[in-house]
């Protein structure tokens, strides 16, 4: 167990629709990542928050949003949803500065009907 | 842009024995850091083992090793007396503190099969 929660585990939906993925970081990690894992793209970083503010964006579609509240979870939130959209969404998070170290969460698979 | 590449789509090892999987990066940072992940067919990514790249010693996590030459930009992983728990994909992975961002880049994975 790395101390990452991660919910729903699996969620189906249909195309067109909106979802929202919900992250928990470790106590104390202050910076949260989201990842997508699917078939086609392999591994792929999507955005990353720290302390409640955007740090980097990676390959992450206009579709797609996230934010990180003042309890420091994280939501990423896909609407629009297409069927290349299914695939499993992970988040990780670290703690700040020097030697980085992500923990995963066990991921979301999405399934887009 | 950074780039990692694993080589090895699949692979198998007799258990007890021993496996090397390759990773190679593109890169023109100096200093970043160098991951293996693995991911059994439970989905959970593990950290199985790091590397910063200012560290000429290669890092060893008990069975785990890795054989690090910064120069030819390679990563391999070593894996001593397999067992049939190390069945899992296996991700080569790449960070280092670009715009203030540690976010991890990853080869495509080594399927690893451990076979009794």
């Not at chain 1, 980097?56 to 979870?73: C, M, T, V, Y």
């Not at chain 2, 990853?106 to 099969?113: A, H, Q």
Request: charged share 15%; hydrophobic share 30%.
């Amino acid at each position: 167990d790395s101390g990452v929660t991660q919910t729903p585990k699996h969620l189906i939906t249909a195309t067109g629709q909106r979802v929202t993925l919900r992250c928990s970081p470790r106590s104390g990690d202050l910076s949260v990542y989201w990842y997508q894992q699917s078939l086609d793209q392999g591994l792929q970083f999507l955005i990353q928050y720290y302390n409640g503010e955007e740090r980097a964006k990676g390959n992450i579609l206009e579709r797609f949003s996230a934010q990180q509240f003042p309890d420091l979870h994280s939501e990423l939130n896909l609407s629009s949803l297409e069927l290349g959209d299914s695939a499993l969404y992970f988040c990780a998070s670290s703690v700040w500065g020097g030697y980085n170290e992500q923990f995963f969460g066990p991921g979301t698979r999405l399934t887009v009907l | 842009a950074q780039t990692v590449t694993q080589s090895q789509p699949e692979m198998s090892v007799q258990e007890a024995e021993t496996v090397t999987l390759s990773c190679t990066y593109d890169t023109s940072e100096n200093n970043y850091y160098l991951f293996w992940y693995k991911q059994p067919p439970s989905r959970q990514m593990i950290l199985v083992i790091r590397q910063e790249a200012y560290k000429q010693q290669n890092a060893t996590e008990n069975r785990f090793s890795v054989n690090f030459q910064k120069a030819a930009k390679s990563f391999s992983l070593k894996i001593s007396d397999s067992q049939l728990g190390d069945t899992a994909m296996y991700f080569c992975a790449f960070s280092f503190s670009g715009a203030g961002s540690y976010q991890l880049t990853f080869g495509k994975g080594t399927k690893l099969s451990v076979i009794p």
